[in-house]
């Protein structure tokens, strides 16, 4: 079965020379532009950087069928990676707009947040925007002869109307980013578009390993709600693709998860609850094959090895058919992550293709 990843994370930021900081639920964050690049590129980079070859442990709590959860846990587990931490700390997001500390970027967001475990994470994107519109060709009067000067009032209002429509068309533009994401200390590049027409925004964000290996996140507004549609290339071939919403409900941060795969569709939402003095995080799941649809719940929460240190998830699932298992899966750890990265190179930043 094709891996079904998406990419959901977020981070955000605003676009200044000097420093400002701003701290709230992820949707009062993502309000512009510039905090939707964060957002897309902290994404993308994080299903980039993620192992998806680890076997996950499972233990029937009844004898019955392999469930459609157990066939998908890889792929959810992939996205709870990611959007730990979002979820981790409701409300406790914050970002900082500095002056970049690189000469070679003339922007620098710093995002903040909080995981399960109350650990803090720290991601920074540094970028570039260069506006790719045309250049305007309004004519310049300073050139003008003595003998265009005669015909320079019976022109003005025709030079009006040109210099409204030259306005109209620098409004649908589109304008190229390029810049790095630092994500545990390595250095990925981030690439990508925004463009403008109709008053509609359309914002593209690519975060890739070379030219055959990479995540691509389109962010547009869909029926009055903003979306972040990803694919997956691995190899050259698209490997995933899905579909993301962040809700507001009741003060908590809920995230909506859509995707199709062949005759595979699903829907997901994650939400972080306080259970048992305990931070998890919550899953309302359906699942659907072609033939039979599961339905039901899970409740994560993260285990620590207390000889390694090492953390994994446990998902405690129950369908709605009274169905229980549980699932250990593998949990991104900075520390693991800090080992890998003595190994492993810089990825080097490549143009948007």
Same mark, same amino acid.
């Given at each position: ?7 959901? #994370? ?21 309000? @512009? ?21 680890? &076997?996950?442990? $499972? ?12 066939? *998908? ?11 730990? &931490? ?13 002056? @970049? ?13 909080? +995981? #399960? ?17 045309? /250049?305007?060709?309004?004519?310049? #009067? ?7 000067? /005669?015909? !320079?009032?019976?022109? !003005? ?8 429509? +030259? =306005? ?38 690519? @975060? ?48 909506? #998860? *859509?995707?199709?795969?062949? =005759?595979?569709?699903?829907?997901? /939402?994650?939400?972080? /609850?306080?259970? +048992? ?17 599961? $339905? ?19 998902? &405690? ?17 900075? *520390? ?18």
């Amino acid at each position: 079965m094709k891996k079904l990843v998406i990419a959901l #994370l977020a981070i955000v930021g605003l676009f200044a020379l000097s420093a400002c900081n701003t701290q709230g639920n992820i949707n009062e964050l993502l309000a @512009s532009n510039q905090e939707i690049y964060a957002f897309s590129a902290i994404s993308s980079t994080s299903l980039l950087s993620q192992d998806s070859t680890a &076997q996950p442990l $499972t233990m029937k709590l009844n004898d019955t069928e392999d469930t459609l959860i157990e066939q *998908e846990i890889k792929d959810i587990n992939q996205y709870l990676n990611m959007m730990e &931490q979002f979820l981790g700390d409701n409300g406790g997001f914050s970002i900082e707009t500095q002056v @970049s500390d690189k000469v070679e970027y003339a922007n620098q967001i710093v995002f903040t947040s909080v +995981d #399960l475990l109350g650990n803090p994470i720290v991601h920074t994107l540094y970028y570039n925007e260069e506006v790719l519109t045309e /250049e305007n060709e309004v004519d310049d #009067l300073s050139v003008y002869t003595t003998e265009d000067s /005669e015909d !320079e009032f019976e022109d !003005e209002e025709e030079n009006e109307i040109e210099d409204e429509e +030259d =306005e109209d068309e620098f409004e649908d533009q589109e304008t190229k980013i390029t810049g790095i994401l630092i994500m545990n200390d390595v250095e990925y590049a981030i690439s990508g578009k925004k463009e403008i027409e109709d008053d509609e925004t359309k914002i593209e964000i690519i @975060s890739s390993i070379d030219d055959n290996n990479y995540v691509k996140v389109v962010s547009k507004v869909e029926d009055d709600e903003r979306k972040y549609n990803y694919e997956v290339v691995t190899d050259g071939v698209v490997v995933t693709s899905s579909k993301i919403k962040i809700e507001e409900e009741d003060n908590e941060t809920k995230f909506v #998860l *859509e995707y199709v795969d062949g =005759e595979l569709s699903g829907k997901f /939402e994650f939400k972080r /609850e306080f259970d +048992d003095d305990q931070d998890i995080i919550k899953i309302k799941y359906e699942i659907n094959n072609g033939t039979e649809t599961e $339905t039901g719940e899970a409740k994560i929460i993260v285990i620590t090895d207390p000889l390694t240190g090492n953390t994994t998830y446990q998902y &405690q699932v129950k369908t709605d058919d009274d169905v229980e298992i549980e699932i250990e899966e593998e949990r991104e750890d900075d *520390e693991d992550d800090d080992e890998e990265d003595d190994d492993e190179e810089e990825v080097d930043e490549t143009s948007f293709r």
